[in-house]
């Protein structure tokens, strides 16, 4: 196994665990990091951990302060806040997730009709994009989760939030999606996060 496809399975089996995690939290819920941290350096500090711990798993997600509301509420844009986030050395990567909203390919008429008046106005055409985002008859729910190590290593994941009747019905497996190019600028940004130096 070559070491691209094995840090790709570690990020993919820690970015599960936190799916699950965020799942089982509930919808509604604002955004969320994770700090992925070696499973065996988490144990050699915290041995009373370990039978909490899947010694199997490589990395271990560790659940960071929800955000502050002024950043889900939008006065705060999100890019501005993960720029000024930065880990110590003993974490190898981090997690996402937040909660989206997803249109249909064809809703995006209905954006650009509400931002042309506005682009010279970057955080009104914000606002105007997440209102008819908000307001569109066909949007759905989701949660995207982004996951960076330091190594150059990435992954995007989407979890549609299931309807009502799907909801009722069964506890389905959870149900992850990638897609061509999801999220590059939030990828982008928690690389970032991992470059900037931690404030003493």
């Known amino acids: 196994m070559t070491a691209d496809l094995h840090a790709e399975l570690i990020l993919a089996r820690a970015v599960r665990e ?4 965020v799942d089982a939290e509930g919808w509604a819920k604002p955004p969320q990091m994770f700090a992925l941290v070696p499973t065996q350096d988490l144990v050699a500090v915290q ?10 798993a490589e990395l271990t997600p560790i659940a960071q302060d929800l955000f502050p509301d002024d950043i889900t509420g939008g006065s705060i844009a999100l890019d501005e806040f993960l720029a000024t986030t930065s880990w110590p050395p003993a974490v190898r ?9 997803v249109l249909p390919p064809d809703a995006e008429a209905t ?3 509400a931002l042309s008046p506005l682009l010279a106005d970057k955080d009104a055409a914000d606002a105007a994009g997440r209102a008819a985002a908000q307001s569109h008859p066909d949007r759905r729910d ?3 989760f982004a996951a960076v190590l ?7 994941l989407l979890q549609l939030r299931p309807d009502e009747q799907e909801d009722d019905e069964s506890f389905a497996e959870l149900d992850l999606r990638t897609y ?18 931690p404030e003493d």
């Open 18 to 21: 936190v799916a699950e995690f």
């Open 47 to 56: 041995p009373e951990l370990l039978d909490q711990l899947d010694e199997g």
């Open 93 to 101: 990567g981090c997690v996402l997730a937040q909660e989206i909203v």
């Open 111 to 113: 954006l650009d009709d």
């Open 142 to 144: 989701a949660r995207l």
């Open 150 to 156: 330091r190594e150059g290593t990435s992954l995007a």
């Open 180 to 197: 061509p190019n999801l999220a590059p600028n939030v990828i982008e940004a928690l690389f970032q996060t991992l470059e900037n130096t």
